[in-house]
């Protein structure tokens, strides 16, 4: 009883956080504009400016808003490079493990058995192909970043092995993400948007999925010939 308590408790605050998420601007726009003001918030709080992006990782993840491209981006605009590389990554690492494991606890059980059939070639795929189903997904976004979460929380996929494997497959798209975030340091005017540079940074996002077909593909096939002699 206490624990179904707490579970609705739990979903009720999660309801509130995603409204009031909701009201916040996250456009494109507002990120270009706050540029020079979060930079001297950095610099001033450069310790309390990561824990902070952190938390917002951690919430963006068990809302249902699709905001981890958006920080990513905004973790190479307000970081730089390196930093925001290793920022955005370990943020979102961080957001995919509690995404993960509140979606076990919270529905693990109940939504498993009532959606057993729709789960069943995802479960087929990890049979098949082990983790390497999961870094599929990482790396090629058949589905949302905030969707993979708990879907993968409803099969038996250990959350150690979760963790991990989304952390490795998220390399690729955070470089890139990060990298794009970097070019908008130096956009001060609407012409600066005709960058070279920045729309080959916005072209490399949206050919990540169809370059990683191949390399996925080559993995796969390696798997299947190891596992069959």
Known sequence: ??????????????????????????????????????????????????????????????????????????AGTFFGLI??????????????GLAFLLARWLFGQSLRRRFLQHLQPIEEGLQRDGALFLFTMRLVPILPFFAVNPLMALTP?????????????????????VNAGTQLRVV????????????ASFLALGLLP?????????????LMSGSHP
């Open 188 to 199: 001060e005017k609407p012409e600066d948007l005709l960058s070279p540079v920045l729309w």
């Open 157 to 177: 996929l250990k959350a150690w092995t979760f963790l991990w494997v989304s952390a490795v497959g998220m390399i690729p798209s955070v470089l890139l993400y």
């Open 83 to 96: 930093p925001g590389i290793l920022i955005a990554l370990i943020g979102n690492t961080l957001g995919a």
């Open 1 to 74: 009883m206490l624990s179904r308590l707490c579970k609705i408790l739990l979903l009720m605050l999660l309801a509130a956080l995603a409204w009031q998420v909701a009201q916040w601007d996250f456009s494109f726009g507002h990120l270009l504009r706050e540029q020079e003001r979060g930079r001297q918030f950095i610099a001033g709080h450069p310790v309390g400016s990561v824990f902070l992006f952190w938390t917002l990782c951690l919430l963006s993840s068990v809302i249902p808003f699709p905001l981890a491209a958006l920080l990513t981006m905004a």
């Open 210 to 222: 169809w370059a990683m077909k191949k390399p996925v593909a080559w993995m796969r096939q390696r």
